[in-house]
């Protein structure tokens, strides 16, 4: 059993950076990933990274401007966003799973979530 719990959300303008944090407890060797979810919409793959950082993927909205990291010594991957849009707003959630992938169902363990808003 894995928890996961998002830290870092929160408010800013047009061009500005947030970072997000996920901490992880229990059994921690999995592939880590970002989804977001707007109101009204699906939630959607952002960014992946298998166990040992050597292996990253984004979706192409978030290419050069989002870096995802994890630093398995404390249990914690990142997300650096910068240059955020106000299309970037949305809820975003912590996933760890087994397999490399962007769709929902491939990852078994999710945190709560965190609310990200930009405003123009």
């Known amino acids: 059993q894995v928890q996961l719990v998002e830290s870092g959300g929160g408010s800013v303008q047009a061009g500005g950076s947030l970072r997000l944090s996920c901490v992880a407890s229990g059994r921690t060797s999995y592939v880590m990933a970002w989804f977001r979810q707007a109101p009204g919409k699906e939630r959607e793959f952002v960014a992946r990274i298998n166990r040992s950082s050597t292996s990253t993927y984004y979706t192409d909205s978030v290419k050069g401007r989002f870096t995802i990291s994890r630093d398995n010594a404390k249990n914690t991957v990142y997300l650096q966003m910068n240059s955020l849009l106000p299309e970037d707003t949305a809820k975003y959630y912590c996933?760890?799973?087994?397999?490399?992938?962007?769709?929902?169902?491939?990852?078994?363990?999710w945190g709560q979530g965190i609310q990200v808003t930009v405003s123009s």
């Open positions: 996933a760890a799973g087994s397999l490399l992938g962007s769709l929902t169902g491939q990852y078994a363990y």
